[in-house]
């Protein structure tokens, strides 16, 4: 049931929610981390506060995710966990997977409400002053819904973009968060002044497919790219992940004499054979990306290059897998990001004959990243002994600090005070875990 409400009842129902207290749960991307924070910021701005750890909660929003089965099942596993520990809080469900499938998870113990973002709030505040559940609503046309919120550390994220147009064979993300949209550059930039002002120094900037930023507003990415980097307070900007053939010479030669934009890019390939990228309906073939990649290290030769890679895609055969890894290894990146595919209700793929079966898909998957180690290794060892800016930010361990250089080396450095302030730092050896190289502060050296 749908309510409408005049001012004095709409104050009524914000004071329904004085003093209750919510606990926050997000599965997936980093695009759902911002965004369950500024749902956060908009419940504590209607007086409900967050509940501390071992508190009882009143409201529990979750922000779910379904890009692949497991992320389905943690979901739910999510769900009922919270139902065990806050039986008489109301369950707010919101997210991919409530987009896609929003009977079942209204089915579930628990919930009482499955809902797109954007009405989220309303929903609760009606809930509690009417104890009326407003009509489980997950909109297909969705608006684009701003979010930029600190991470876990120091680093904000600023979602500049949501949804997609693409729709690969294997993917839900454009069923599920609906078709390419974005903010306009004016507000962007108002963002993240603001960020700035909160004494923000790094901002990540999200979305589903980034570089295809401008659907609503008409503008170029390489526009707000310029704008942002003229934000001041702001020092550095990193791109989540752009499609390579999105990722334009003019961006990258941007990238590369810009005043805050790092040397660091995150480039999606998915699969190294041709076949399957044709199979996958991907947008490029290995030659381009190859192109792509030499493009990016012309003008950046230093930059640190990420790239996401599914393997056990329908069709890839063992031949096909070969070729894949093959030209993964020849390509002079800095790591890869190994995804299993993931059968989805409703996708193009599950008509692709040849299944690949689960243990292949491990032992793939386990080869990409032994491949993925020995690259990683490679490009850290160059940059021992170089001095490099570094963001600090807070670590569990007292003393040590940890951070990433412009080009995204993760850092350990022994340091107190220093945490949210970019330093240079003199690269050393590998820590002992063997997932940073140890670094020296050198306060005096002029980067
Ligand atoms: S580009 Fe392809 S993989 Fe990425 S969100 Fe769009 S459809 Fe999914």
Same mark, same amino acid.
């Given at each position: 049931?749908?309510?409408?409400?005049?001012?004095?009842?709409?104050?009524?129902?914000?004071?329904?929610?004085?003093?209750?207290?919510?606990?926050?749960?997000?599965?997936? +991307?980093? $695009?759902?981390?911002?965004?369950?924070?500024?749902?956060?910021?908009?419940?504590?701005?209607?007086?409900?506060?967050?509940?501390?750890?071992?508190?009882?909660?009143?409201? +529990?929003?979750?922000?779910?995710?379904?890009?692949?089965?497991?992320?389905?099942?943690?979901?739910?596993?999510?769900?009922?966990?919270?139902?065990?520990?806050?039986?008489?809080?109301?369950?707010?469900?919101?997210?991919?997977?409530?987009?896609?499938? *929003?009977?079942?998870?209204?089915?579930?113990?628990?919930?009482?409400?499955?809902?797109?973002?954007?009405?989220?709030?309303?929903?609760?505040?009606?809930?509690?002053?009417?104890?009326?559940?407003?009509?489980?609503?997950?909109?297909?046309?969705?608006?684009?819904?701003?979010?930029?919120? #600190?991470?876990?550390?120091?680093?904000?994220?600023?979602?500049?973009?949501?949804? +997609?147009?693409?729709? +690969?064979?294997?993917?839900?993300? *454009?069923?599920?968060?609906?078709?390419? #949209?974005?903010?306009?550059?004016?507000?962007?930039?108002?963002?993240?002044?603001?960020?700035?002002?909160?004494?923000?120094?790094?901002?990540?900037?999200?979305?589903?497919?980034?570089?295809?930023?401008?659907?609503?507003?008409?503008?170029?990415?390489?526009?707000?790219?310029?704008?942002?980097?003229?934000?001041?307070?702001?020092?550095?900007?990193?791109?989540?992940?752009?499609? *390579?053939?999105? &990722?334009?010479?003019?961006?990258?030669?941007?990238?590369?004499?810009? #005043?805050?934009?790092?040397?660091?890019?995150?480039?999606?390939?998915?699969?190294?054979?041709?076949?399957? $990228?044709?199979?996958?309906?991907?947008?490029?073939?290995?030659?381009?990306?190859?192109?792509?990649?030499?493009?990016?290290?012309?003008?950046?030769?230093?930059?640190?290059?990420?790239?996401?890679?599914?393997?056990?895609?329908?069709?890839?055969?063992?031949?096909?897998?070969?070729?894949?890894?093959?030209?993964?290894?020849?390509?002079?990146?800095?790591?890869?990001?190994?995804?299993?595919?993931?059968?989805?209700?409703?996708?193009?793929?599950?008509?692709?004959?040849?299944?690949?079966?689960?243990?292949?898909?491990?032992?793939?998957?386990?080869?990409?990243?032994? &491949?993925?180690?020995?690259?990683?290794?490679?490009?850290?060892?160059?940059?021992?002994?170089?001095?490099?800016?570094?963001? &600090?930010?807070?670590?569990?361990?007292?003393?040590?600090?940890?951070?990433?250089?412009?080009?995204?080396?993760?850092?350990?450095?022994?340091?107190?005070?220093?945490?949210?302030?970019?330093?240079?730092?003199?690269?050393?050896?590998?820590?002992?875990?063997?997932?940073?190289?140890?670094?020296?502060?050198?306060?005096?050296?002029? &980067?």
């Amino acid at each position: 049931m749908r309510q409408t409400m005049n001012y004095f009842s709409y104050l009524c129902s914000v004071n329904a929610l004085k003093g209750k207290k919510a606990v926050y749960l997000t599965l997936g +991307c980093k $695009l759902n981390f911002a965004e369950t924070s500024t749902i956060q910021q908009q419940m504590e701005a209607a007086g409900v506060e967050t509940a501390r750890n071992g508190e009882v909660a009143d409201i +529990c929003i979750v922000n779910t995710c379904s890009v692949t089965e497991v992320a389905d099942s943690k979901s739910r596993q999510a769900i009922s966990k919270l139902h065990r520990k806050h039986p008489e809080a109301h369950i707010v469900v919101t997210g991919c997977y409530a987009q896609l499938h *929003p009977e079942k998870l209204a089915a579930l113990e628990g919930v009482d409400i499955v809902v797109g973002k954007e009405g989220l709030l309303n929903n609760v505040i009606s809930l509690f002053h009417n104890n009326v559940i407003t009509e489980t609503e997950t909109p297909k046309a969705q608006p684009f819904v701003p979010a930029c919120a #600190r991470g876990e550390r120091t680093r904000f994220f600023l979602k500049v973009q949501d949804g +997609c147009d693409y729709f +690969c064979t294997y993917c839900t993300i *454009p069923f599920a968060r609906g078709r390419s #949209r974005n903010g306009s550059i004016a507000s962007l930039v108002e963002q993240a002044e603001g960020a700035a002002r909160q004494g923000g120094k790094e901002i990540v900037l999200t979305g589903v497919n980034t570089g295809d930023f401008g659907k609503t507003t008409g503008e170029r990415f390489i526009d707000l790219l310029q704008a942002l980097d003229r934000v001041e307070g702001i020092q550095r900007y990193r791109i989540s992940s752009i499609e *390579p053939n999105l &990722l334009t010479e003019d961006i990258i030669r941007f990238c590369s004499q810009s #005043r805050a934009f790092m040397p660091h890019f995150h480039i999606p390939l998915q699969s190294g054979s041709d076949e399957v $990228l044709r199979l996958m309906h991907r947008r490029y073939d290995t030659k381009f990306f190859a192109q792509k990649i030499d493009e990016v290290r012309k003008y950046i030769p230093d930059a640190f290059i990420g790239v996401d890679v599914i393997v056990g895609m329908r069709g890839e055969t063992d031949e096909l897998f070969a070729q894949a890894y093959d030209f993964m290894q020849a390509l002079p990146v800095s790591q890869y990001h190994v995804f299993s595919y993931s059968e989805r209700p409703g996708t193009k793929a599950l008509q692709i004959p040849g299944k690949v079966s689960p243990k292949q898909k491990h032992e793939r998957s386990q080869q990409i990243l032994s &491949l993925s180690e020995e690259k990683l290794h490679t490009y850290y060892n160059i940059y021992k002994g170089q001095t490099r800016p570094v963001l &600090l930010e807070h670590s569990k361990s007292t003393g040590i600090l940890h951070g990433f250089t412009d080009n995204y080396i993760r850092v350990e450095v022994q340091a107190k005070g220093l945490d949210n302030t970019i330093v240079p730092v003199a690269l050393g050896e590998w820590n002992e875990k063997g997932d940073a190289l140890t670094g020296t502060v050198s306060l005096n050296y002029e &980067l």
